[in-house]
């Protein structure tokens, strides 16, 4: 079996392992890193016979439509993850176009893509001319999979993945293999206690309301957002949501299978005002308490609207609510308490906080799965600082830290 990540082995972002195997070209997930620029992994080899998307984020999906250039390749996933990953791969597109870059596909590759899909239920196993590869949750976000690879040996691909069990999805269970493919995004680094951030976070814009002040809540559109809002459900503020999560929500309300308690999600958007129209924002500044809209890093979306509106006003604050990637506006504004938007640059005067509500497993969880797994070598992919978590598993299984392009057997 030989293993070549196209990207994503060592950093977090554009995804993508081609697996030769059996005289069988796989590939395991296709995303791009949607930075400013975005940058882009290195091109699909052209025999890939099926493709297996783990989850919509754009890391690991932003590449699928050009899988559609290919002779015969089809993609393999939920089919959440599948109507996610259209919705955010056509928003790629959207995106590029506004901030003037070269988009990698077109939408006709994007549409000619959905003859290419077979979608799967989570736990179902997929077979097709002897490939056989079975799914099980991730945990992360609704419709999340690893995909256990049943070839010359087995082979678990976690994509993103997540132990504890969050307001929207259960927690990942560890599946054994013979080889694992993890993924290290929080190698070395633990998450603080999530009721505990939680009830900091619910009381942050307790306060911010009671001074007379407006939370703005800026979060990923696909699971960020939903879990944020769960979390305030029984709070009783008056909470407003814009972006693209409005349509993700109703993918998720489609598919009650995918979520960990369908009536809870359900009750938590019926309590949300939704901002379905620009002209709804100056409502939401009325009338609203806490404002949860994309982007989550503050590089784009409309959170920039209310920031714009807001940041002079020490009584209001921005409660950041997840990783902020370097070169960000959001690590801009921790690190330097400073914000570019529009070419100028803002030093916000109202309250700047950030709060873990991470929605991948932390250091100690990954080496228990690892563990769990029993397998007998553990890829480390998709993380920045790979070496306490190679340190960590040493131990116990052969590990290796692969390098983009670089093919290598197994
Ligand atoms: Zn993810």
């Known amino acids: 079996m030989e293993l070549r990540f196209l990207g994503g082995a060592s950093e977090v972002g554009s995804l993508g392992l081609v697996v030769r195997d059996q005289g069988r070209t796989l ?12 940058t882009y992994p290195r091109p699909a080899p052209t025999d890939v016979d099926l493709a297996f998307l783990s989850h919509a984020h754009l890391d690991h999906s932003g590449m ?119 993924e290290s995004t929080y190698s070395g680094r633990e998450h603080p206690d999530r009721k505990e951030t939680e ?9 911010t309301i009671e001074r007379g002040g407006k939370a703005i809540v800026p979060a990923f559109a696909v699971g960020r957002a939903q879990e944020v809002l769960m979390s305030l459900a029984s709070s009783g503020f008056e909470t407003y949501l814009d972006g693209m999560a409005r349509k993700v929500n109703e993918i998720y309300e489609a598919a009650p299978e995918y979520l960990a308690d369908p009536r809870k999600f359900r009750r938590a958007m019926e309590g949300v005002h939704l901002v379905e129209h620009p002209g709804d924002r100056k409502k939401a500044l009325r009338e609203g308490e806490v404002i949860v809209t994309t982007g989550g890093m503050l590089d784009g979306g409309p959170v920039l609207y209310y920031i714009g ?4 006003d020490a009584n209001s604050s921005i409660l950041l609510t997840g990783f902020q990637v370097e070169g960000s506006n959001g690590r801009q504004l921790l690190d330097e308490g400073t914000l570019t938007i529009d070419d100028s640059t803002i030093r916000p005067t109202c309250e700047v906080m950030k ?56």
């Not at 590939?27 to 975005?38: K, N």
């Not at 009830?199 to 306060?207: N, T």
């Not at 797994?373 to 978590?389: K, T």
Request: aromatic share 8%.
């Open 64 to 182: 699928t439509p050009l899988l559609s250039r290919l002779p015969r390749a089809r993609l393999v996933a939920t089919p959440v993850t599948i109507a996610v990953a259209d919705l955010l791969t056509k928003d790629a597109l959207k995106v590029a176009r506004m901030e003037g870059y070269l988009a990698p596909y077109t939408p006709s590759d994007i549409h000619s893509l959905h003859a290419r899909f077979t979608s799967l239920e989570r736990h179902a196993t997929f077979r097709h001319r002897g490939v056989e590869v079975e799914l099980t949750p991730a945990g992360h976000i609704p419709g999340a999979s690893m995909m256990l690879y049943r070839g010359d040996k087995d082979l678990l691909f976690t994509g993103d993945l997540q132990t504890l069990p969050t307001h929207l999805v259960g927690g990942a269970e560890p599946v054994e293999c013979d080889v694992l493919v993890m």
């Open 27 to 38: 590939l395991f997930d296709y995303g791009l890193t949607p930075s400013d620029p975005p």
């Open 355 to 410: 709060f873990d509500f991470s929605a991948h497993a932390g250091h100690s969880d990954l080496v228990r799965v690892a563990k769990e797994s029993r397998a007998e070598r553990v890829i480390l992919m998709h993380g920045d600082h790979r070496e306490a978590l190679r340190d960590a598993i040493a131990p116990f299984a052969d590990v290796v830290l692969p390098e983009n392009g670089k093919a290598f057997a197994i």
């Open 309 to 312: 509106e807001l940041y002079h």
């Open 199 to 207: 009830r900091r976070f619910r009381d942050k814009v307790a306060e």
